[in-house]
Nanobody, 120 residues
Protein backbone atom coordinates (compact mmCIF):
# COMPACT_ATOMS: atom_id res chain seq x y z
CA UNK A 1 0.00 0.00 0.00
CA UNK A 2 1.26 3.48 -0.90
CA UNK A 3 -0.05 6.98 -0.39
CA UNK A 4 0.88 9.58 -2.98
CA UNK A 5 0.34 13.24 -2.10
CA UNK A 6 0.33 16.11 -4.57
CA UNK A 7 -0.78 19.71 -4.97
CA UNK A 8 1.68 21.66 -2.90
CA UNK A 9 3.39 24.79 -4.13
CA UNK A 10 4.18 28.44 -3.57
CA UNK A 11 1.29 30.85 -3.08
CA UNK A 12 0.83 34.38 -1.79
CA UNK A 13 -0.95 35.05 1.47
CA UNK A 14 -4.68 34.92 0.97
CA UNK A 15 -4.39 32.44 -1.86
CA UNK A 16 -5.63 28.87 -2.18
CA UNK A 17 -4.23 25.41 -2.83
CA UNK A 18 -5.83 21.98 -3.06
CA UNK A 19 -3.90 18.97 -1.89
CA UNK A 20 -4.74 15.46 -3.03
CA UNK A 21 -3.66 12.07 -1.74
CA UNK A 22 -4.33 8.75 -3.44
CA UNK A 23 -3.95 5.34 -1.83
CA UNK A 24 -2.93 2.49 -4.09
CA UNK A 25 -2.01 -1.15 -3.80
CA UNK A 26 -3.84 -3.98 -2.12
CA UNK A 27 -6.63 -2.27 -0.18
CA UNK A 28 -9.66 -3.88 1.41
CA UNK A 29 -10.93 -0.88 3.33
CA UNK A 30 -9.82 2.61 4.31
CA UNK A 31 -10.88 4.04 7.63
CA UNK A 32 -9.79 7.40 9.00
CA UNK A 33 -7.81 9.65 6.68
CA UNK A 34 -5.96 12.73 7.89
CA UNK A 35 -3.69 15.53 6.81
CA UNK A 36 -0.76 16.49 9.02
CA UNK A 37 1.85 19.20 8.61
CA UNK A 38 5.30 19.88 9.90
CA UNK A 39 6.90 23.30 9.82
CA UNK A 40 10.67 23.77 10.19
CA UNK A 41 11.71 23.33 13.80
CA UNK A 42 8.25 22.24 14.90
CA UNK A 43 6.56 18.95 15.67
CA UNK A 44 4.22 17.33 13.19
CA UNK A 45 0.63 18.32 13.92
CA UNK A 46 -2.73 17.12 12.72
CA UNK A 47 -4.52 19.55 10.42
CA UNK A 48 -7.75 17.77 9.58
CA UNK A 49 -9.30 14.32 9.64
CA UNK A 50 -12.26 12.49 8.12
CA UNK A 51 -13.61 9.14 9.22
CA UNK A 52 -15.12 6.44 7.03
CA UNK A 53 -18.49 7.65 8.27
CA UNK A 54 -17.79 11.19 7.14
CA UNK A 55 -17.15 12.77 10.53
CA UNK A 56 -14.81 15.75 10.23
CA UNK A 57 -12.40 17.39 12.60
CA UNK A 58 -10.04 20.32 12.20
CA UNK A 59 -7.23 21.99 14.08
CA UNK A 60 -8.37 25.28 15.55
CA UNK A 61 -5.79 27.13 13.47
CA UNK A 62 -7.36 26.06 10.17
CA UNK A 63 -11.05 25.71 10.99
CA UNK A 64 -13.12 27.84 8.64
CA UNK A 65 -10.31 28.11 6.08
CA UNK A 66 -9.50 24.48 5.22
CA UNK A 67 -11.90 21.76 4.09
CA UNK A 68 -11.13 18.04 4.07
CA UNK A 69 -13.04 15.65 1.85
CA UNK A 70 -12.66 12.16 0.46
CA UNK A 71 -13.66 10.13 -2.56
CA UNK A 72 -14.21 6.57 -1.40
CA UNK A 73 -14.34 5.16 -4.92
CA UNK A 74 -10.98 6.71 -5.75
CA UNK A 75 -9.32 5.89 -2.40
CA UNK A 76 -8.51 9.58 -2.15
CA UNK A 77 -8.53 12.38 0.37
CA UNK A 78 -8.33 16.09 -0.41
CA UNK A 79 -7.54 19.27 1.48
CA UNK A 80 -8.89 22.52 0.10
CA UNK A 81 -6.91 25.35 1.67
CA UNK A 82 -8.27 28.88 1.37
CA UNK A 83 -7.10 32.09 2.98
CA UNK A 84 -3.59 30.76 3.31
CA UNK A 85 -1.28 32.49 5.76
CA UNK A 86 2.52 32.45 6.10
CA UNK A 87 2.09 30.33 9.26
CA UNK A 88 0.58 27.59 7.08
CA UNK A 89 3.98 27.06 5.47
CA UNK A 90 4.97 23.44 6.09
CA UNK A 91 5.37 20.02 4.57
CA UNK A 92 1.93 18.45 4.43
CA UNK A 93 1.54 14.68 4.88
CA UNK A 94 -1.46 12.50 4.25
CA UNK A 95 -2.24 9.59 6.54
CA UNK A 96 -4.64 6.69 6.33
CA UNK A 97 -5.74 3.74 8.45
CA UNK A 98 -5.99 0.90 5.95
CA UNK A 99 -6.99 -2.73 6.16
CA UNK A 100 -5.14 -4.42 3.30
CA UNK A 101 -7.03 -7.73 3.44
CA UNK A 102 -10.05 -9.08 5.28
CA UNK A 103 -9.22 -10.39 8.72
CA UNK A 104 -5.94 -8.58 9.23
CA UNK A 105 -5.37 -5.59 11.45
CA UNK A 106 -5.72 -2.01 10.30
CA UNK A 107 -2.32 -0.41 9.74
CA UNK A 108 -1.18 3.20 9.52
CA UNK A 109 0.24 4.52 6.26
CA UNK A 110 1.88 7.86 5.44
CA UNK A 111 2.35 9.72 2.21
CA UNK A 112 5.69 11.25 1.24
CA UNK A 113 4.78 14.87 1.98
CA UNK A 114 4.21 17.86 -0.22
CA UNK A 115 5.65 21.33 0.43
CA UNK A 116 3.32 24.28 0.90
CA UNK A 117 4.95 27.71 1.04
CA UNK A 118 2.93 30.85 1.69
CA UNK A 119 4.65 34.17 1.07
CA UNK A 120 3.64 37.38 2.82
Amino acid sequence: VQLQASGGGLVQAGGSLRLACVASGRIFSIHTMRWYRQAPGKQREVVAGITSGGNLNYADSVRGRFTISRDVAKNSVYLQMNGLEPDDTAVYYCYADIRARPGIAVAAYWGQGTQVTVSS
